[in-house]
């Protein structure tokens, strides 16, 4: 005979804030396999959706991996649901929020008081440099591999 907690842990955790003590001899109750199932479904009935999963997955309606899936995930907001579309059609930003820069790439804009924070959060900051080992010559880290090192035209393909 299974165990059934009289305080589900769902209901436990919003109470207490965690799940410590609420496996006591007092919060337990030794029910039958269809014991069981009634009573997730009559407390499903007053609307908790957890209880629904339960008897669902105790009744044999739902597999296990879908019983999980059902009570882990969230309801979405309208903004959450919109992001998501966006992102599956390949939008990554809002239309008024990008434009299309020279060569024609879409890029995201920034308003004026954002850019100014940026380039205050850099001011002061060194840029590292590179040395190339073939030629010597020093630059940017970010942009001395385009030409340099294994593409350095004083390296001979046959080395």
Partial sequence: ????HIIPKHEWKRRFGNLKGVNIRDNLV???????????ERMAED???FDRIAYLAMSGMIGKEEAYLRAVSQPKSKGHCEAIRRSLLGMRHTPERVEKNRVGHLTQTFSEGHRI????????RPKPKVT???????????VMPRYHFNNCKGVTPWR
């Fill in 1 to 4: 005979m299974p165990w059934h």
């Fill in 30 to 40: 030794k029910l039958t396999l269809e014991q069981h199932i009634q009573v997730h």
């Fill in 47 to 49: 609307g908790s959706k």
């Fill in 117 to 124: 924070k940026i380039s205050r959060a850099n001011r002061g």
């Fill in 132 to 142: 190339c080992p073939h030629c010597g010559k020093v630059g940017g880290c970010n």
